[in-house]
C-alpha cells in the first residue's frame, strides 16, 4: 500500500507563513503571517517599511548608521509587523477576519497581539516564542481573560523535508508517492 503523509492543517498554514516571511524587506526579523477563515486563506502578511517608503533591505540599512532595528534601544522599527500588514490587507479589500485564525512564524508583540484581538481573530498560531517576562505575563492576562487563544506549532521534519523537495523541483504523483 502506498503512503503519503499530508501536512496537518497547523502545518499547512505555518508553511505558508513562511513563504510570506521570505517576501520580508525587515533586516531584523522575516516574520510571516497567513490569516485563516474556515481553512481558507483570507489575507497574507509579511514584516517591512510602510507602502511606498524605501526598503530596508534596498537601502541596507534601517536608519543611517544603523545595520538593524534590533541594534538600537532608542529609534522604533521602521517595520509594519506582517500581523498588522495581513489585517490590512483583509481590511483594504473588506474582507471580515472576526472570528478568524492567525498563523505567524514569530509569536506577536504585545501591540500585534492587541490589534489581532480588537480585529476579531480568535486563535493565533505561532512557531517561535518572543515574549518574555512581564509581556508574556500582559499576554497570558488576555488568554485567561478568553479574549484570544495561543498556541505554538512546529513543523514535522518529514513534512518540511518534503516541502523543500516540492519547492526545489517539478513535481509529479510519481515522484512523492513514496517518500
Known amino acids: 500500500m502506498i503512503t503519503y503523509q499530508r501536512p496537518t ?4 498554514f505555518l508553511m505558508l507563513a513562511k513563504l510570506a516571511a521570505t517576501r520580508s524587506t525587515c533586516l531584523a ?10 481553512k481558507q486563506v483570507i489575507a497574507t502578511g509579511y514584516n517591512g517599511s510602510p507602502s511606498g517608503s524605501v526598503h530596508c533591505i534596498t537601502q541596507g540599512y534601517c536608519y543611517p548608521g544603523l545595520n538593524s532595528c534590533d541594534a538600537s534601544k532608542i529609534l522604533p522599527s521602521r517595520a509594519v509587523h506582517a500581523e498588522a500588514n495581513a489585517i490590512a490587507q483583509a481590511s483594504k479589500y473588506g474582507i471580515s477576519t472576526d472570528g478568524s485564525s492567525i498563523y505567524v512564524t514569530l509569536e506577536p508583540c504585545l501591540s500585534c ?6 480585529a476579531g481573530i480568535k486563535e493565533v498560531f505561532y512557531e517561535t516564542s518572543f515574549n518574555s517576562g512581564e509581556k508574556a ?12 487563544t495561543i498556541k505554538q506549532v512546529q513543523l514535522s521534519e518529514n513534512i518540511a523535508k518534503k516541502a523543500a523537495s516540492f519547492l526545489l523541483s517539478s513535481i509529479s504523483v510519481s515522484d512523492f508517492v513514496n517518500t
Open 137 to 148: 505575563l500582559v499576554r497570558d492576562s488576555f488568554v485567561n481573560e478568553g479574549l484570544v
Open 29 to 38: 526579523f522575516p516574520v510571516g503571517a497567513v490569516i485563516v477563515k474556515n
Open 9 to 12: 492543517w497547523d502545518e499547512y
Open 113 to 118: 497581539l492587541k490589534l489581532i484581538i480588537s
